[in-house]
């Protein structure tokens, strides 16, 4: 007769997810894992593989709540732009608040420590990218479209430097002190937004 689990695979996963996102995929160890998901290493083993699987099957669950949410914001019917300054001035200010700042961005936290040498992690950072970038593009050319944003720019270009600037922001927020940083990059980008004098 096969044994049923004793624990919920979901609820080991969340944990999981949250150990890794606080403390990184090199400072935790299995039995960091075995003590904080409360189960034993062969369970670990047995339902999740390895603890690299573990983190990318953490660093997925993360990434399932990221895109509709990011989807929901930017396609509201009527104007973009808005939106697109509201994602930028959220992400600043995830940044710079304590509780958040200090986690940062599970994606941008394995962009930084596993990514130069995981494959299969760089995969998926890019992966992830790519789908910001292209809601992003989505949201500036439905924008430009409808004269909220100067026909001479560029939507792709905008993504990208939004992307690259969402990102760093996560990044710099992690080490500085100083919020205004984070902050005045934000507002300084986003004037790249308004009508061309």
């Known amino acids: 007769m096969a044994r049923t689990k004793e624990f919920d695979p979901d609820a080991a996963l969340r944990a999981a997810l949250e150990l890794f996102w606080r403390r990184g995929y090199e400072a935790t160890s299995m039995s960091d894992l075995v003590e904080h998901l409360g189960i034993g290493r062969a369970s670990i083993y ?67 420590e596993l990514a130069p040498h995981d494959a299969v992690a760089a995969r998926r950072v890019e992966r992830n990218w790519d789908q910001l970038e292209t809601v992003l593009h989505t949201a500036l050319t439905r924008a430009r479209a409808e004269g909220e944003l100067p026909a001479g720019r560029d939507p792709q270009a905008l993504a990208r430097m939004l992307l690259v600037l969402l990102q760093g922001m996560r990044v710099v927020g992690k080490a500085s002190q100083d919020p205004a940083r984070v902050r005045d990059a934000a507002e300084q980008a986003l004037t790249l937004l308004d009508p061309l004098d």
């Open 46 to 112: 047995a339902t999740f593989g390895n603890k690299r699987e573990l983190y990318l099957k953490a660093l997925a669950r993360y990434e399932e709540g990221l895109l509709p949410d990011l989807l929901q914001d930017l396609s509201r019917p009527g104007p973009a732009l808005p939106g697109v300054r509201s994602l930028v001035r959220r992400y600043a200010v995830e940044a710079t608040v304590d509780d958040l700042r200090l986690r940062g961005c599970f994606v941008t936290n394995t962009a930084a």
